[in-house]
Every structure is written in C-alpha cells, then in structure tokens.
C-alpha cells in the first residue's frame, strides 16, 4: 500500500536522523526531496506547497534544535502533519436515533459501489446490526445479480424490483421492506455512469431527497490519482455527500487520493478497501496510515484484525499444546489457517514496526497457492501420519505426493517447514518453563530479530525462489535448511 510514496519519504527523512544536529540547510534538502515524493505520488500541487512549508516552519524552530535526537523530531512533526491532512482523527458512521440506518452509496461506474456495498453490510453484520442491501442500480447489466452474489457469500438479504422500476421507487420500497424486516441498517447500491454528467446527478438528488440518507457515502477509486479527487469535487458540490470509501488502496496506486481528498473536499475518507476479499474493508484511521507510510507499522490494525479473526478457544487449546511441545501436522496447519484469515502474509508483515527495513520484504509477494497445496499434502496423510511424521518414510511421501497432485519435493518441504515451526515451538516453551515471562522476553530478543525465529516457520517458503546463484535478499534465502545444506557441501 503506498509502497513508492513510503520508500522515498523515508529515504529523504532517513538522512536526518543519522545527524547529531541539523542546519537550517539540511532541513531544506530534505524538504525539497519530501516535495519530490509527494509529487510523485500525485498529490495536488498546491497541497504539497502547504504542508512541506508547515514542516519546514516547525522543523527550523527551536524545540527540533534544542532535542537530543533532532532527526527524530523531524520525522515526529512529518506524520503529525501528514495526518492532519488526510482528516486528524477517523470518522465514525452517523446511526439513526430510530432504525434504520440509511446508507447511500453513489459514485462512477467502475469504483467498486456493489462490492464496497456488500463489505459494508459485512462490516456491520460484525457489530451485531442486521442490514439489508437494495440494488438500485437497473442501468449495468448483472449489477443486481452481482448484489445478490455477494448478499447470499455473506448471508445478507437484497431487496430488488427488477429493472423495470424507477430508482426512486425502489428505494423507497427498499425502506418498507426493511421496517418489514426488522432490518436496522438499509445500504442502497446506486448506479453509476463513466464520467459525471447531469442525468446522473438529477438521478442521485431524486433518491436522496425521496429518502434522506443519514450517510451519503461516495465511493472512489484510489488508482485514479487527481481523477479521484476531481470526481470527489464535483460528487460534493451536487450532492449532500458526508464521507468516502477509497477504494483499491491495496493496488499500484501511487496515493495521491488518499492524502488530498479531505484536504481538498472537506469530506473524511470513512473507510478504505485494501483487497478484492468481501472482509477487505477498513475504517480509516489517519494517524495509522500515516504510520504505515513512514515504516512505523500499524500494531492496533493487526491487533483488531487479530481479534476478529483468530478463533480465542482454539488459541487457548494452542496454548496448551505449546507448553507441553505437543505440536502436530494438525495444528500447523490450523496456524496457516489463522495466518490466512488475518490477510494477505505480505501484507501482514508489513504492519509490523520496522518490517520495511528487512532484506527483501520491499519486493516480497507471498503465493497464496501454496497455502492451498500444503492444506492438501497435510489432508492426504493418515490420523498417524499427522500425528507423528517421524514415520513418513520415502513410500508413504510417494503415496501422499500422488493422493495430493504434488511432487514428493514439495511433500519434503512443507515436513521441513513443519520440522522448523516445531523447533520454534519447543524453544518458545522452553523459554517459559526456565525463566518465566520477564526471562522468555530477554531470550526472545536476543534471537536477533525475525531472522532468529527460525525462518518464520518455514512460512518463508511461500515466497517464489530467486533463480539460483542470484541473492535476491529474499528471507528465504536465510534461514535453518539453507545452513544445513552447506554442511552438507562441505562434507
């Protein structure tokens, strides 16, 4: 997400912070390549002006000369101030005194209305409301199909007439029915045209004022740059519009949208879409994008992502089996499974503080597939197998490599993939029993960092191989097998 914009704002700050002290002058070198970058990520002319002149002000000021870490400082005053620009602080969905809730989602064909719809109604399917999507769209093909698809993936009911009746009348129906119901939410999924045009805009004002949104939500494509904004613009000039869903954040977009919008508008940015997945929706959090941006990480998104994905029974039977290093096939592939649920891995590890600075993860693209193919090599083995694959001698692997559609190569990897994680397991234990939690923590650190983790498990793995010879830096190209495969050379 943001990766260009990310890697040259932290290449243009990472030079003030290796310096004891900083002159007026190399406050201004750094400024000028901060202006560089945003420019390149697209941001509006005139909002890139203001901000680098905001931080050049504060970082010349006496309290960044007098600090002990003057760099530190100016890295400090850069994410304050890129998180006033996309809004300060994150904007929560307006509820209705008396059910339901009435959402409107408007925006151009192509910016992902219907799927932000049904994440939407996903979203609040979560926090315990029972919404009810109505597709009003009657003018794409398949675009009331495309709801219903979506409504039965997430158990979500969509009210449709056809595309016979006018969008007025169906959103009002749409409320009846809701009441009906006993639905406490109503997100109507509105119809789009490829440019902003009058039928449009006359369309939109006639559903709004027929059935007064408590949230009029305008749903634009992040990949479009400046485009994005200048729909916003024309989108909150004819419209009550209250906030954005900024979609496809997770793409090769360079993020001009999502640092102008607001800036320019004054509408917030309510949520983002970072990922083609129906969970892929986000409540945007200015203070954590920020973060994300200048390679601090974002621990409270991967802690809520965390909480809503990982199954707390099974975490807590896990822990037990960790105490007593009784960790088979079975729960390898329950953790692959919870690793799964929290998102893209690539993705992941790049929530983690400091993870862009690790050899490698700049370029890192995880193939899913394999998650695919080990939950099949595990499945083909027996109760026993799983259960001790000690016993897994060269027939059983052929057996297994045939039952599963892979080759016997692969079946040896995810065994040593298993082999590491158990290792890892038994020395996490180990750590507990000796030396208690304060113990555990210092033996932890002195692993030197991921790298001492065992290779993440063999989850390394999972990464596409750079061609032989050619050190890509990738963190497979580190790691316990790779160790062992040079003793085996010098023997």
């Given at each position: 997400m943001l990766e260009g914009l990310s890697n040259n704002l932290q290449k243009a700050l990472s030079k003030l912070k290796s310096k004891g002290k900083l002159t007026e002058s190399d406050v201004q070198e750094a400024m000028r390549e901060v202006r560089l970058a945003l420019l390149a990520a697209d941001v509006n002319v005139r909002i890139v002006k203001q901000f680098v002149d905001k931080v050049r002000e504060r970082a010349i000021g006496q309290d960044v000369q007098k600090s002990l870490t003057p760099?530190?400082?100016?890295?400090?005053?850069?994410?304050?101030?890129?998180?006033?620009?996309?809004?300060?602080?994150?904007?929560?969905?307006?509820?209705?005194?008396?059910?339901?809730?009435?959402?409107?989602?408007?925006?151009?064909?192509?910016?992902?209305?219907?799927t932000a719809a049904a994440k939407l109604a996903l979203s609040f399917v979560k926090h315990q409301h029972r919404p009810l999507m109505v597709a009003a769209d009657i003018y794409r093909p398949a675009a009331i199909h495309q709801l219903e698809v979506l409504g039965g993936q997430i158990n979500v009911p969509v009210f449709q007439m056809g595309t016979d009746v006018d969008p007025?009348?169906?959103?009002?129906?749409?409320?009846e029915e809701a009441r009906k119901?006993?639905?406490?939410?109503?997100?109507?999924?509105?119809?789009?045209?490829?440019?902003?045009?009058?039928?449009?805009m006359e369309e939109l004002a006639r559903i709004h004022?027929?059935?007064?949104?408590?949230?009029?939500?305008?749903?634009?494509?992040?990949?479009?740059?400046?485009?994005?904004?200048?729909?916003?613009?024309?989108?909150?000039?004819?419209?009550?519009?209250?906030?954005?869903?900024?979609?496809?954040?997770?793409?090769?977009?360079?993020?001009g949208a999502a640092l102008t919008v607001r800036a320019v508008?004054?509408?917030?940015?309510k949520f983002v879409g970072l990922g083609e997945k129906i969970e892929a929706?986000?409540?945007?959090?200015?203070?954590?994008?920020?973060?994300?941006?200048?390679?601090?990480?974002?621990?409270?998104?991967?802690?809520?992502?965390a909480q809503e994905?990982?199954?707390?029974?099974?975490?807590?039977?896990?822990?037990?089996?960790?105490?007593?290093?009784?960790?088979?096939?079975?729960?390898?592939?329950?953790?692959?499974?919870?690793?799964?649920?929290?998102?893209?891995?690539?993705?992941?590890?790049?929530?983690?503080?400091?993870?862009?600075?690790?050899?490698?993860?700049?370029?890192?693209?995880?193939?899913?597939?394999r998650f695919v193919r080990i939950d099949?090599?595990?499945?083909?083995?027996?109760?026993?197998?799983?259960?001790?694959?000690?016993?897994?001698?060269?027939?059983?692997?052929?057996?297994?490599?045939?039952?599963?559609?892979?080759?016997?190569?692969?079946?040896?990897?995810?065994?040593?993939?298993?082999?590491?994680?158990?290792?890892?397991?038994?020395?996490?234990?180990?750590?507990?029993k000796k030396m208690g939690k304060r113990g555990a923590m210092k033996a932890l650190k002195g692993l030197g960092g991921m790298g001492g983790l065992g290779d993440l498990g063999g989850l390394s793995d999972l990464v596409p191989q750079a061609p032989e010879g050619n050190d890509a830096g990738s963190p497979s190209s580190s790691g316990p097998r790779t160790h062992r495969n040079k003793k085996k050379k010098k023997r």
């Open positions: 760099g530190q400082q100016v890295v400090k005053i850069v994410h304050e101030e890129l998180t006033e620009l996309m809004g300060g602080s994150e904007e929560r969905l307006r509820m209705a005194a008396k059910p339901p809730t009435v959402v409107m989602l408007v925006g151009l064909q192509g910016a992902g209305k219907t007025v009348t169906i959103a009002t129906s749409g409320i119901q006993g639905a406490d939410v109503v997100i109507i999924d509105t119809a789009g045209r490829l440019h902003v045009d009058a039928p449009l004022q027929a059935v007064p949104a408590d949230e009029l939500l305008l749903v634009i494509d992040a990949m479009t740059g400046q485009d994005a904004v200048h729909v916003a613009e024309s989108f909150s000039q004819a419209l009550p519009v209250t906030g954005v869903i900024l979609t496809k954040l997770d793409g090769d977009t360079r993020g508008t004054g509408r917030p940015i929706l986000e409540v945007f959090h200015p203070d954590r994008l920020a973060s994300r941006i200048l390679g601090m990480g974002d621990v409270l998104s991967l802690i809520e992502r994905s990982v199954d707390l029974e099974k975490a807590r039977e896990m822990e037990q089996k960790l105490r007593t290093s009784q960790f088979t096939l079975d729960d390898f592939r329950e953790q692959l499974l919870q690793v799964r649920k929290l998102g893209p891995l690539d993705q992941v590890l790049k929530m983690l503080p400091g993870a862009g600075k690790l050899k490698g993860l700049e370029n890192l693209q995880i193939d899913e597939k099949a090599i595990i499945s083909s083995m027996t109760t026993k197998e799983r259960a001790d694959p000690s016993v897994m001698n060269a027939s059983r692997r052929r057996r297994v490599a045939a039952g599963s559609g892979v080759t016997v190569r692969d079946v040896n990897q995810v065994l040593n993939q298993f082999e590491q994680m158990q290792q890892m397991m038994k020395r996490f234990s180990g750590f507990g």
